[in-house]
């Protein structure tokens, strides 16, 4: 007699969120933090053991342990058990990176740090899930691209590419509603928390689990692209320098243009050229970190290859940053920050005293290791001067060996006085990292890269320029959702000015 075959059914495990994600969510349905929101000060009335926690040595860190300390920024949802489901599924999904990319960042990191490499951070102010698509991803990669391999002429150094991109979803507001039609409503707070659309300013948590789906794609869509030649430095890249108003400054940007594609053709000749290097580049991902419940939820503990120590590693992205709003000592994202082991940023706006800085790196950087976090500084360009020298010195007596970067943008937003546009003028962009590099040389510092709110498209949101953008010119196209960003050309305009500061050859005023 046949035997019938027994099939057996199971369903698929069910999902649990941890402990941690549970309280997460909760914390999310009552804080009320917000109406504190604004500029780093000291967070007031602590929990007794967060006084000592934060003036002692700290207890041990888990990815939870943030929940305890006050936060700034603070989302909160009106439903605890949609965050909570959110949270549990993002708990169930893979990490976005590797920690072998993540410790292959850290290595190149270290090398800036001692001056032996550039480091290049750039990309949309507000990333949106609509940006999600090859169009936009490609010229995104094309002038990162394009502005490295400018850097690298100019500074003869290995430059980092950095993308503010898969994962840029949440922004810090200094205001929690704004004014629409005589309307108050809430703020845009980045598509991982609210949309843009007036009509969905209310925060969900399914936009936490979107937020993981339109990072996948994207950091998918760029690694499917590097894999297969995007970076392939034989091709001829195209380089339209037409929009270049002044003869000079055409003229110059053609000589780098040239030597470049000289310089790959004559590798090409004496077949310098097959190395794996030429055909594809390092990218990495970065975003700031400023959700706490979604960077929680992809904090693992995992292997470093090389060594087969488990760390805890935020596979969000390679590397995470805090923003000038949130970084208060005694607050939850520095308790976050300092146990992961990715390279992290800081950023430093002007109201960070020296002393400040220096607590800041001892809690985040306690083994005091080469690299391992990136001071990214945006005081404007009126403001570099007085500010930038004492922080260098505090830090170098401190000895934190940091990668010192120049983020010209965050401090030279203004309004414009004809179209009352949200703008930033290309000389104070480009006055600020001059600077940045001349004090840092008169300090006997290296500034050691920059970070850039920049589009590989033709926007008009920022005014200057080789192109000469003027006041009047933004309404033609004004994209962006939150900050002004340079323009595919005025980005490059800036990639050259750096490296022609590098060869000291200072004469092209854009
Ligand atoms: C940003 O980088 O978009 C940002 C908000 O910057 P900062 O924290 O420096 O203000
Ligand atoms: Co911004």
Same mark, same amino acid.
């Given at each position: 007699?046949?035997?019938?075959?027994?099939?057996?059914?199971?369903?698929?495990?069910?999902?649990?969120?941890?402990?941690?994600?549970?309280?997460?969510?909760?914390?999310?349905?009552?804080?009320?933090?917000?109406?504190?929101?604004?500029?780093?000060?000291?967070?007031?009335?602590?929990?007794?053991?967060?006084?000592?926690?934060?003036?002692?040595?700290?207890?041990?860190?888990?990815?939870?342990?943030?929940?305890?300390?006050?936060?700034?920024?603070?989302?909160?949802?009106?439903?605890?058990?949609?965050?909570?489901?959110?949270?549990?599924?993002?708990?169930?999904?893979?990490?976005?990176?590797?920690?072998?990319?993540?410790?292959?960042?850290?290595?190149?990191?270290?090398?800036?740090?001692?001056?032996?490499?550039?480091?290049?951070?750039?990309?949309?102010?507000?990333?949106?899930?609509?940006?999600?698509?090859?169009?936009?991803?490609?010229?995104?990669?094309?002038?990162?691209?394009?502005?490295?391999?400018?850097? &690298?002429? +100019?500074?003869?150094? %290995?430059?980092? *590419?950095?993308?503010?991109?898969? /994962?840029?979803?949440? $922004?810090? @507001?200094?205001?929690?509603?704004?004014? &629409?039609? +005589?309307?108050?409503? %809430?703020?845009? *707070?980045?598509?991982?928390?609210? /949309?843009?659309?007036? $009509?969905? @300013?209310?925060?969900?948590?399914?936009?936490?689990?979107?937020?993981?789906?339109?990072?996948?794609?994207?950091?998918?869509?760029?690694?499917?692209?590097?894999?297969?030649?995007?970076?392939?430095?034989?091709?001829?890249?195209?380089?339209?320098?037409?929009?270049?108003?002044?003869?000079?400054?055409?003229?110059?940007?053609?000589?780098?243009?040239?030597?470049?594609?000289?310089?790959?053709?004559?590798?090409?000749?004496?077949?310098?050229?097959?190395?794996?290097?030429?055909?594809?580049?390092?990218?990495?991902?970065?975003?700031?970190?400023?959700?706490?419940?979604?960077?929680?939820?992809?904090?693992?503990?995992?292997?470093?290859?090389?060594?087969?120590?488990?760390?805890?590693?935020?596979?969000?992205?390679?590397?995470?940053?805090?923003?000038?709003?949130?970084?208060?000592?005694?607050?939850?994202?520095?308790?976050?920050?300092?146990?992961?082991?990715?390279?992290?940023?800081?950023?430093?706006?002007?109201?960070?005293?020296?002393?400040?800085?220096?607590?800041?790196?001892?809690?985040?950087?306690?083994?005091?290791?080469?690299?391992?976090?990136?001071?990214?500084?945006?005081?404007?360009?009126?403001?570099?001067?007085?500010?930038?020298?004492?922080?260098?010195?505090?830090?170098?007596?401190?000895?934190?060996?940091?990668?010192?970067?120049?983020?010209?943008?965050?401090?030279?937003?203004?309004?414009?006085?004809?179209?009352?546009?949200?703008?930033?003028?290309?000389?104070?962009?480009?006055?600020?990292?001059?600077?940045?590099?001349?004090?840092?040389?008169?300090?006997?510092?290296?500034?050691?890269?920059?970070?850039?709110?920049?589009?590989?498209?033709?926007?008009?949101?920022?005014?200057?320029?080789?192109?000469?953008?003027?006041?009047?010119?933004?309404?033609?196209?004004?994209?962006?959702?939150?900050?002004?960003?340079?323009?595919?050309?005025?980005?490059?305009?800036?990639?050259?000015?750096?490296?022609?500061?590098?060869?000291?050859?200072?004469?092209?005023?854009?």
């Amino acid at each position: 007699m046949e035997k019938t075959p027994k099939v057996i059914v199971s369903n698929p495990s069910k999902l649990e969120p941890s402990d941690g994600a549970k309280r997460a969510a909760k914390l999310r349905s009552t804080s009320n933090d917000m109406v504190a929101a604004g500029r780093p000060q000291n967070l007031g009335q602590l929990l007794p053991q967060v006084e000592e926690a934060v003036h002692q040595k700290r207890p041990e860190w888990t990815p939870t342990t943030w929940q305890d300390y006050p936060i700034k920024q603070d989302v909160v949802y009106d439903d605890e058990t949609k965050v909570e489901a959110a949270l549990e599924k993002l708990e169930s999904l893979p990490p976005l990176v590797h920690p072998a990319e993540i410790e292959r960042l850290k290595q190149k990191l270290s090398d800036a740090a001692e001056g032996k490499a550039f480091l290049l951070q750039g990309g949309d102010c507000a990333e949106l899930f609509d940006y999600c698509n090859e169009d936009r991803i490609d010229s995104q990669l094309k002038v990162l691209l394009q502005m490295s391999l400018v850097l &690298i002429w +100019g500074s003869k150094l %290995p430059v980092i *590419r950095m993308g503010r991109m898969a /994962g840029q979803y949440a $922004k810090p @507001r200094s205001k929690l509603t704004e004014m &629409i039609d +005589g309307n108050e409503i %809430p703020s845009f *707070r980045g598509d991982n928390i609210n /949309g843009f659309d007036i $009509k969905s @300013r209310t925060p969900d948590p399914a936009r936490l689990v979107s937020s993981y789906f339109h990072a996948a794609a994207t950091i998918n869509h760029v690694r499917s692209q590097l894999a297969n030649g995007f970076a392939d430095l034989r091709r001829p890249l195209d380089w339209d320098l037409s929009h270049v108003q002044k003869d000079h400054v055409r003229e110059r940007y053609q000589e780098v243009v040239d030597r470049i594609t000289e310089g790959l053709a004559f590798m090409k000749t004496i077949g310098a050229d097959k190395s794996a290097d030429i055909t594809s580049v390092d990218f990495f991902t970065a975003h700031e970190a400023l959700l706490l419940e979604y960077e929680q939820t992809l904090t693992r503990n995992l292997r470093d290859p090389a060594t087969n120590i488990k760390k805890w590693y935020n596979t969000s992205a390679h590397f995470v940053w805090i923003g000038d709003r949130t970084r208060q000592i005694d607050g939850a994202h520095v308790e976050f920050f300092r146990g992961l082991a990715n390279p992290i940023g800081i950023k430093v706006g002007p109201s960070m005293e020296a002393k400040e800085l220096v607590e800041l790196l001892d809690i985040v950087d306690p083994n005091y290791e080469t690299g391992r976090v990136t001071l990214i500084t945006r005081y404007g360009g009126a403001k570099i001067r007085d500010l930038l020298p004492q922080h260098i010195k505090a830090v170098r007596a401190s000895g934190h060996k940091v990668v010192w970067v120049s983020d010209p943008c965050h401090g030279n937003t203004k309004v414009s006085p004809v179209t009352k546009f949200k703008t930033r003028y290309f000389d104070d962009i480009a006055t600020e990292i001059r600077l940045a590099l001349e004090i840092h040389k008169e300090c006997g510092s290296v500034l050691n890269g920059m970070h850039l709110e920049l589009t590989g498209d033709a926007v008009t949101e920022c005014i200057g320029g080789s192109q000469a953008l003027e006041d009047k010119d933004l309404v033609i196209r004004y994209d962006t959702v939150c900050d002004p960003r340079l323009s595919v050309s005025q980005s490059l305009d800036i990639a050259f000015l750096v490296s022609d500061w590098f060869q000291g050859n200072k004469q092209t005023e854009v």
